[in-house]
């Protein structure tokens, strides 16, 4: 864990804000201000503004969407809840995983959609494909530095899966 004063020096270094939780008072800079996971990191301010909370709150799952509110079709949205605890008790089991019957099958009916749609093998794999590739960019995809600066070629950022495609088969 970076300490306090190393967040605060780089906020302050590169003009980010620096505030206090509204949840919890601990102070943190606007460069840390992300959402993590399926955990979101603000809660609501008013009909259509919010305001950012803590890495720690966001982690902890008090981060909150607001109000249920209808599109311009009818559809009505409902909101992200506090804790996983509490969006099992009013039956969202989206965070669930295997630990109830009902979040085992939402996980099982995912997994079968992601493979359907060619995002997963049958194993659970992520089957990768570069941007760069998709838009016939093969350079790119390949290259060790992208347009954020370094990166490794040809895999996914997050797990590292192999881009799949057609032009890595001559590397391999």
Sequence with gaps: MIPTFLHRWYAALLGYGWRPCPLCGREFGGHQWKDRGSKVSHIPDGPVAFKAICPECTCA???R???????????VHEPTYYSEREAHEVGEHSFCGDDCEAGAALTRKRFAAAVQRGMLDSDGAHLYLSTGCLHNDHAYCQGVTGAAGAKQPA??????????????????
């Design 61 to 63: 799952g008090r981060g």
């Design 155 to 172: 895999c996914c950022k997050f797990c590292q899966a192999p881009c799949i495609c057609a032009c890595h088969k001559e590397q391999a």
């Design 65 to 75: 969407e607001g109000d249920p509110w209808a599109d311009s079709d009818g559809s």
